[in-house]
Every structure is written in C-alpha cells, then in structure tokens.
C-alpha cells in the first residue's frame, strides 16, 4: 500500500464509524465502476479497432477536417 493510501485510512479512521462506513462504500462503489469500464473496453476492443481503421482510412483520403474543440 502506498503511504498517501495509508495516510488517507489513518485519517477516516478517526472518523465517526458512519462516516468510516461512508467513506468505504464510495470507495468500493469507484473500484467497482473501474473494474465495469475495463471490462467494457476488453468487451469493446474489436469495436473500437475497426472504428479506428476506418477514421484513418477517412483521414487518408482526405475525407476529415481538423477542428478545434469549439468548432465542434
């Protein structure tokens, strides 16, 4: 465990045992959304290859047009 991780649950530690309950569910809740959108991008992988394939076979024709973000 790194010392920032640990200081972090020394410092809930010494909150009230609701706030310490808290403090893990939201914890558990991010590690767990983490883990869905890993799987989702392993899910995806071909996917978003051929999207891939194809933008470059677009920009390569000459087909794409470089914006800035607030020419979106």
Do not use: C, H
């Not at 920032?4 to 530690?13: G, Y």
């Not at 590690?31 to 989702?40: C, I, K, N, S, V």
Request: proline fraction near 1%; hydrophobic fraction near 40%; aromatic fraction near 6%.
């Amino acid at each position: 465990m790194t010392k920032l991780l640990t200081e972090a649950f020394e410092r809930a530690s010494e909150r009230p045992e609701n706030l310490q309950d808290e403090f893990a569910r939201q914890l558990l809740e991010e590690l767990a959304g983490e883990a869905r959108w890993d799987q989702t991008l392993v899910e995806s992988g071909d996917a978003i290859d051929k999207m891939a394939e194809e933008a470059l076979k677009e920009y390569r024709a000459g087909k794409t047009k470089e914006m800035g973000f607030d020419q979106l």
